[in-house]
């Protein structure tokens, strides 16, 4: 066997595939550490939204920074993302090693405030009133964000109100969204620790000043839902050990892929607070959606008085479906499918700052990556049982589409 | 606070592992390479393991495609067991070689090789995964044969060839929707002895390497090393294929040799692509891209644009100008750093996943150049300037118009 000798480092501590350490840089946010001798370094800043921000304001944020972004970006061919998930304003950038101090810079002035000339906010205001319109015109997505105002409050999301927000209101949300205290920052590469705290330290903080509440227009556009079959959603606000909520919702989901229904999908939410969620869609007529009409759930109480469509009725079927279905071998399978998931999403530099940094801020800073993955291995057939139970004797937050 | 030296990231070990082919005593020349890389990542979250076998070019005229059915039809049968342990495989087709990957998380990882190699080495497939197969296959050739795009890719051999060769080199590698609706499963299992481990390189990389490689080195026996197969190629050939088309699809080919410097002729070809890239500069400028094809002797330069009809004899003459200013006095300092830079970040993109990085080095195995955990993307301009003079008389083809065909003129 031919081999070429192990290259390895003078001092060595061995690291575990996701691994951490904080850096304080200062008067900057804290920076998560994942050392990992790559080329590649990944950059992942995220903050949390505040349900009381009208909707698109994030994503004019978002898109007054991405052209100066990308265009920087391209210099050195590295990769930007800015993208709003339910709660959370997320930054991405990956490029070689040796443009970490540009990639650094991207960030720091996409979080700082934002160039506000006519003609950029005015292309900003359009591109983020595209994203928004889409997300509430199309049936998944729209049910998606109704059950999240319906679980969490904040304006009700009829249209784009949010890109229209004037410059000082821009300004305003901007510095407190991307202060110091409320952005993780999490690295996945091999930088030195001193550069690291150079890159972060002194982050743009908040202006004084007024600080009333951000002013929207609600004459700005406003969505035109689209469907061609009914859909439906329900939530169910969770309690309890985020890794069982992880792997009930990976057992929903198998028992939705095995039913008939076309459209299907079931998520765990976890902020502001956890929530399992489940959406679907069915054509009139649909034999299985009619099939359930009528059948008395399992130990089903909705304190709504509102009546539930056939969709919705099936999707809390496949709920107790699951429970009364759940054996110790299924646990199983759900819990290391949700385990491997995480580790092959982990297998680049962007996917291990995605895996690290979501982690963080579904559970916590004190939680690590590598504690979830011990987590779930931990989850037994009786966490998840007690779970569902609790659901189905839950009052949900139901919608329709 | 932490002291900062205390941990260190450990660089990726390479390991190559035995199965070197038997050298020919008439020829002894270097020991050839091993058949096995195995590259160790002690902190990777999944192993990614790459199989490369030769490609389709021995497809006879009415049996195109088989060989992209055949290794479809092979990945059907085990997406299931793949998909309950959390893995993914795909099959990648030039008509030089054919690359499977496969990437599953480093829990449970043996099985998901196990499952790989059997369904490549001894595959049983079933009627139902050839119907699968061969519904995908059908669907993306059906939107791939409508698009210029697929017509200019195969000019370009056309022109790099000649016309003399085998439908193997000239046609599409992955098959035409005709023939494909012709191959019964008799056919399909004839077709997968052309995935045997004798014909085989394959790479690796995982948390532990020693494990994977003797799973490897198991499957892949040491007898005569595989040849990839190198067609003729044909000095400043050219085509052209009358399209009515908007615009004019122009591809410029620059063959090179098996010592070549592959990196550096990348890094050309990037020079060559930021030359000719849409801009304010550029007006009849629509796409520019490049990419290098590998064949048994070497391969070549392939840089592509999309030009209004009547520019593209202008745009082709562009290319060659570079790739020939490049030879005699070298690439301009300043172009060389910008496009460097960004040429270096999108090469390590390329080959962000793990999955990526193995087909790279497998490949690398099978057309016998040493594999690397990572390229070496340091190109001063010495060696960019001796990858340029490297170069062959290029290849012409073009795509388009009758206003466009101007551009393949001697």
């Given amino acids: 066997m031919a081999m070429i000798p192990l290259l390895l480092a003078a001092a060595l501590i061995p690291q575990s595939s996701l691994a951490t350490y904080p850096l304080q840089p200062h008067g900057g946010p804290e920076v998560r550490v994942h050392r990992q001798a790559t080329p590649l370094v990944a950059l992942r800043l995220s903050t949390p939204v505040p349900v009381t921000l009208p909707e698109g304001a994030v994503e004019l944020l978002q898109e007054l920074a991405r052209p100066d972004a990308e265009a920087e970006a391209r210099r050195f061919g590295a990769r930007v993302s800015l993208r709003h998930d339910l709660g959370r304003a997320v930054m991405t950038v990956t490029g070689p090693a040796t443009a970490f101090d540009a990639m650094a810079a991207i960030l720091r002035r996409a979080a700082g405030t934002p160039d506000l000339s006519v003609a950029d906010l005015r292309r900003a205001r359009a591109r983020a009133e595209g994203r928004v319109l889409a997300r509430l015109e199309q049936p998944a997505p729209r049910v998606r964000r109704y059950l999240h105002y319906g679980l969490h409050g904040g304006p009700e999301p009829r249209g784009a109100g949010g890109t229209r927000l004037g410059p000082e209101a821009i300004r305003r949300v901007g510095a407190e969204l991307y202060r110091p205290g409320r952005v993780r920052v999490v690295l996945v590469g091999d930088v030195p620790d001193v550069v690291i705290r150079s890159a972060f330290g002194d982050w743009p903080t908040a202006r004084e000043g007024n600080r009333a509440e951000p002013r929207f227009d609600t004459a700005a556009a406003a969505a035109r839902p689209q469907a061609d079959r009914e859909w439906g959603g329900i939530a169910f606000p969770v309690e309890g050990d985020p890794a069982v909520l992880a792997v009930a919702a990976a057992l929903v989901q198998q028992r939705v892929e095995r039913s008939a229904l076309r459209y299907g999908s079931v998520e765990a939410w976890y902020e502001p607070a956890p929530a399992l969620v489940l959406v679907g869609a069915a054509t009139p007529g649909d034999s299985v959606v009619e099939a359930s009409a009528g059948i008395s759930d399992l130990a089903v109480r909705d304190a709504s008085a509102v009546p539930l469509t056939d969709v919705r009725r099936y999707l809390r079927r496949l709920i107790a479906e699951a429970a009364a279905l759940a054996g110790t071998d299924v646990v199983t399978r759900a819990r290391t499918a949700v385990r491997r998931r995480l580790l092959l999403e982990a297998r680049t530099a962007a996917g291990k700052a995605e895996v690290i940094g979501r982690v963080a801020d579904h559970c916590g800073p004190a939680v690590r990556a590598d504690d979830y993955l011990e987590r779930l291995e931990g989850v037994q057939l009786a966490d998840v049982r007690a779970l569902l139970r609790r659901l189905l004797e839950t009052a949900a937050v139901v919608d329709e589409s | ?410």
């Fill in chain 2, 1 to 410: 606070m932490r002291a900062a030296s205390t941990i260190v990231a450990v660089a990726p070990a390479l390991l190559l592992v035995g199965c070197g082919g038997a050298a020919d005593p008439r020829d002894p020349g270097p020991a050839p390479l091993p058949r096995v890389a195995v590259v160790e990542e002690p902190q990777a979250t999944a192993v990614a393991v790459a199989v490369v076998v030769p490609g389709s070019t021995w497809e006879l005229p009415g049996t195109e495609g088989l060989t992209i059915l055949s290794a479809m039809t092979a990945l059907e049968a085990i997406r299931p067991a793949l998909d309950s342990l959390a893995a993914r495989a795909r099959v990648d087709c030039t008509p030089a070689a054919f690359t499977f990957t496969l990437a599953a998380a480093r829990d449970g990882w043996q099985a998901a090789v196990d499952v790989f190699l059997d369904g490549l080495f001894r595959p049983a497939p079933g009627p139902e995964a050839l119907e699968r197969a061969r519904s995908r296959l059908m669907e993306s050739l059906t939107l791939d044969q409508a698009s210029p795009a697929w017509q200019a890719r195969l000019a370009v051999r056309h022109a790099l060839h000649g016309d003399t060769l085998t439908s193997g080199w000239l046609g599409p590698a992955c098959g035409v929707p005709e023939t494909l609706s012709l191959f019964d499963l008799a056919d399909v299992r004839a077709g997968l002895h052309r995935f045997a481990p004798r014909l085989a390189h394959a790479a690796a990389l995982a948390p532990e390497g020693a494990a994977v490689g003797s799973l490897l080195r198991q499957r892949i026996q040491a007898d005569r090393t595989p040849v990839i197969p190198a067609p003729r190629t044909v000095a400043a050939g050219r085509r052209y294929v009358e399209r009515n088309t908007v615009t004019a699809w122009l591809a410029v080919a620059f063959p090179f040799g098996l010592d070549a410097d592959v990196e550096a002729i990348r890094l050309l070809g990037a020079v060559a692509e930021d030359a000719i890239a849409p801009g304010v500069d550029h007006p009849e400028s629509f796409t520019a891209d490049h990419e290098i094809v590998h064949h048994g002797r070497g391969g070549a330069l392939v840089v592509r644009a999309v030009t209004t009809p009547a520019a593209a004899a202008d745009y082709a003459d562009r290319i060659e100008a570079v790739m020939a200013r490049a030879v005699r006095n070298g690439v301009p300092e300043s172009v060389h750093q910008r496009v460097g830079r960004r040429h270096r970040g999108l090469r390590l993109q390329a080959l962000a996943t793990p999955e990526s990085r193995v087909a790279a080095m497998a490949l690398d195995l099978a057309l016998g150049r040493p594999p690397t955990a990572w390229p070496d993307l340091s190109i001063p301009a010495e060696r960019l300037r001796a990858a340029a003079a490297a170069l062959g008389p290029p290849a012409r083809s073009v795509v388009g118009p009758g206003a466009a065909r101007r551009a393949i003129r001697p």
